[in-house]
């Protein structure tokens, strides 16, 4: 079986790691002129940004040559992920991929805008995560089948929110307004964690491009705290504690 993840602050890596297989960063795959991966199985763990799926998603599932007789979609959120999942099935059709097996895991919303971290956290006990994925690690062990039905409903939902919601949430230009405070050390984390080499650091500036995926790596794993939001709820960040800062670094540098 191969795993092939997207990850910021480590909730996708750990899902990966738990499902088990050979695990794949979607980020280092992207840095290949082709991708092909041959597998009895081949799933994609990754995150729901804004009921939608990251940009990098988009752009591997298009990119990517995956022929195996299961696949299957894993995705990480705070509180929904259907529609993201209805636009996974819409793409593996395109593909010519037969989605077999598609589910969620609620956790941590790293979503710093919305979403006061400590909150977040503490909200973890009630979501039973790891009963969540000792189910799904089940069923995929197994081989279950649970499809996505494109109802005439989650379709609607798919436009509304990709017409109405992720376009205020999600944008490449995002990171162009970050605020770099006075603890910055220029350590350079920030640019090894981020998956769209988005971020240059020298001995004093740090520079943020135009191609930011807005999955927060920078922010949640800057170890002085020092990357901020022009609005944020709150300046508590979020790793899995799971997942090691040089777990991230690997993923993603």
Same mark, same amino acid.
């Given at each position: 079986?191969?795993?092939?993840?997207?990850?910021?602050?480590?909730?996708? @890596?750990? !899902?990966?790691?738990?499902?088990?297989?050979?695990?794949?960063?979607?980020? /280092?795959?992207?840095?290949?002129?082709?991708?092909?991966?041959?597998?009895?199985?081949?799933?994609?763990?990754?995150?729901?940004?804004?009921?939608?799926?990251?940009?990098?998603?988009?752009?591997?599932?298009?990119?990517?040559?995956?022929?195996?007789?299961?696949?299957?979609?894993?995705?990480?959120? #705070?509180?929904?992920?259907?529609?993201?999942?209805?636009?996974?099935?819409?793409?593996?059709?395109?593909?010519?991929?037969? @989605?077999?097996?598609?589910?969620? !895991?609620?956790? !941590?919303?790293?979503?710093?805008?919305?979403?006061?971290? /400590?909150?977040?956290?503490?909200?973890?006990?009630?979501?039973?995560?790891?009963?969540? @994925?000792?189910?799904?690690?089940?069923?995929?062990?197994?081989?279950?089948? /649970?499809?996505?039905?494109?109802?005439?409903?989650?379709? #609607? /939902?798919?436009?509304?929110?990709?017409?109405?919601? $992720?376009?205020?949430?999600?944008?490449?230009?995002?990171?162009?307004?970050?605020?770099?405070?006075?603890?910055?050390?220029?350590?350079?984390?920030?640019?090894?964690?981020?998956?769209?080499?988005?971020?240059?650091?020298?001995?004093?500036?740090?520079?943020?491009?135009?191609?930011?995926?807005?999955?927060? $790596?920078?922010?949640?794993?800057?170890?002085?705290?020092?990357?901020?939001?022009?609005?944020?709820?709150?300046?508590?960040?979020?790793?899995?504690?799971?997942?090691?800062?040089?777990?991230?670094?690997?993923?993603?540098?």
């Amino acid at each position: 079986m191969t795993i092939c993840y997207f990850t910021a602050s480590g909730n996708c @890596l750990y !899902v990966a790691r738990r499902i088990g297989g050979k695990l794949l960063s979607i980020p /280092q795959l992207m840095r290949q002129d082709k991708i092909e991966i041959e597998d009895d199985a081949v799933g994609i763990v990754c995150p729901v940004y804004a009921v939608e799926l990251p940009f990098m998603i988009l752009d591997f599932m298009k990119k990517a040559e995956i022929t195996t007789d299961y696949f299957f979609v894993i995705m990480t959120c #705070g509180y929904g992920y259907m529609p993201s999942l209805g636009h996974a099935e819409v793409l593996a059709r395109e593909q010519g991929w037969d @989605l077999k097996y598609g589910s969620g !895991v609620l956790m !941590v919303d790293n979503y710093i805008p919305f979403f006061d971290m /400590q909150e977040e956290i503490d909200k973890l006990p009630e979501k039973d995560v790891e009963g969540q @994925l000792d189910r799904i690690c089940a069923d995929i062990a197994a081989r279950k089948e /649970q499809r996505v039905e494109l109802t005439d409903k989650l379709l #609607g /939902q798919m436009e509304w929110y990709h017409k109405n919601h $992720a376009p205020k949430v999600i944008d490449k230009r995002m990171a162009l307004d970050y605020i770099v405070n006075d603890a910055c050390i220029h350590c350079g984390i920030c640019a090894k964690v981020c998956p769209a080499n988005n971020i240059i650091v020298t001995k004093d500036k740090v520079t943020f491009s135009d191609h930011c995926e807005v999955c927060y $790596a920078c922010l949640h794993n800057c170890p002085q705290n020092a990357i901020h939001l022009p609005v944020e709820k709150a300046t508590k960040r979020f790793r899995n504690e799971h997942v090691s800062l040089k777990d991230i670094i690997a993923a993603n540098a």
